[in-house]
């Protein structure tokens, strides 16, 4: 399928001024097929400042932040860039985007991740709910980000694409957070820089498989295997051997400093789409353990079969720094996702609905 040219700039809202949400911003602005009319802030220090200055763009924009829902609705806008957090408020998030949709706004959003299948996490019920309300709006809702996202479902399936046969398809994120400014995520959910004995909520068991096992399943969808469930999560979590800094909250040494994690989907007990993550607080721990090739942060697939195949996606910022870039890339995949997703079935659409999307307009010197 070809990418999805609008005749017009597409009007955007973009839901949140944070991590993601800045990002969004600028990333809108400097599209040519989207124009940016709205921004909700959940601060309300924020609300009445200028986007360009939320987004350290160094100009304003013209665009006030608020924190009014029916304001930003009543702009009837083409879509919403939903850049929030969502890992501490799952449901709630879900009612907030099946409002969207239920009003006619289409939807691309970061999170929660939990959608990002449409089916085999949430009940039948609830996810036929999501999909009536886009149904009755006539909008659609896409959740992709870029882990879980693209680097876990449309870039394996790519590669798949050449190949004769296939074993075993494995996705992995290797990086070091340290430079990863996110608190709640950091130190509630992965429990870094708390005691071994901390009970942080991903390690539960069955939360890996809500987390990431929709994209174990999507790339299953995508392949044409039916997995057995339940899926098999596996975690081990090493401490810190020395005391080390990060944004979100200093490692002491003997505290949890890193963890490897995965979430393997088999078909007849035999392991076929493995997703698994390698992180870090320390880029120098746990050497026996996966490393990136270059840098601190990688991307991998790996594929058995014939042929046997293995790709490895670095990126980095301007700064050099990983996850600074890996924010970039997450809001950029949603960004420049709007045009397909506005132009697709209402109701929720995963990558396997979408055509290509590409940085089309994006070239240095050609856009607006």
């Known amino acids: 399928m070809s990418q999805v040219i609008p005749?017009?700039?597409?009007?955007?809202?973009?839901?949140?001024?944070?991590?993601?949400?800045?990002?969004?911003?600028?990333?809108?602005?400097?599209?040519?097929?989207?124009?940016?009319?709205?921004?909700?802030?959940?601060?309300?220090?924020?609300?009445?400042?200028?986007?360009?200055?939320l987004a350290g763009l160094g100009r304003e924009l013209g665009i006030r932040a608020t924190n009014d829902r029916d304001e930003l609705i009543a702009l009837r806008p083409d879509c919403i860039l939903h850049g929030a957090m969502t890992d501490d408020r799952v449901f709630e998030s879900i009612e907030d985007l099946t409002?969207?949709?239920?009003?006619?706004?289409?939807?691309?959003?970061?999170?929660?991740?939990?959608?990002?299948?449409?089916?085999?996490?949430?009940?039948?019920?609830?996810?036929?709910?999501?999909?009536?309300?886009?149904?009755?709006?006539?909008a659609s809702l896409h959740v992709n980000g870029i882990d879980p996202g693209f680097a876990n479902d449309v870039l394996p399936l790519v590669l798949t694409s050449l190949s004769q046969r296939i074993d075993h398809v494995k996705v992995s994120e290797l990086a070091d957070y340290s430079t990863y400014y996110q608190p709640v995520v950091m130190n509630d959910l992965f429990g870094f820089g708390q005691p071994m004995d901390f009970k942080a909520l991903l390690w539960e068991p069955g939360i890996l498989t809500t987390a990431w096992g929709p994209v174990v399943r999507l790339i299953a969808d995508g392949l044409g295997v039916t997995l057995d469930e339940p899926l098999v999560e596996s975690v081990e979590r090493r401490p810190a051997p020395r005391d080390t800094s990060s944004v979100s909250g200093d490692v002491a040494a003997g505290t949890m400093g890193s963890v490897r994690f995965s979430v393997v989907g088999t078909v007849d007990g035999v392991p076929r789409v493995t997703l698994e993550h390698v992180t870090r607080t320390d880029a120098e721990a746990e050497p026996d353990w996966p490393t990136p090739l270059e840098g601190d942060g990688c991307y991998r697939v790996e594929i058995t079969g014939e042929p046997c195949m293995k790709l490895e996606y670095s990126h980095h910022g301007e700064n050099g720094d990983h996850n600074v870039s890996g924010m970039i890339i997450t809001a950029q995949r949603l960004v420049n996702a709007v045009p397909a997703v506005v132009a697709a079935?209402?109701?929720?659409?995963?990558?396997?609905?979408?055509?290509?999307?590409?940085?089309?307009?994006?070239?240095?010197?050609?856009?607006?």
């Open 7 to 53: 005749q017009k700039p597409l009007r955007v809202v973009v839901w949140s001024t944070g991590t993601i949400g800045r990002y969004m911003i600028a990333g809108v602005d400097l599209h040519p097929d989207l124009e940016l009319v709205g921004v909700w802030t959940s601060t309300p220090a924020k609300a009445g400042v200028d986007a360009g200055e």
């Open 99 to 138: 409002g969207f949709i239920r009003d006619g706004v289409n939807v691309v959003s970061s999170g929660p991740v939990i959608l990002l299948h449409d089916r085999g996490t949430l009940p039948d019920e609830m996810m036929a709910g999501i999909n009536d309300a886009g149904i009755h709006g006539g």
């Open 345 to 368: 079935k209402p109701g929720i659409v995963t990558a396997l609905d979408l055509p290509l999307v590409t940085g089309r307009g994006l070239v240095t010197g050609t856009n607006k």
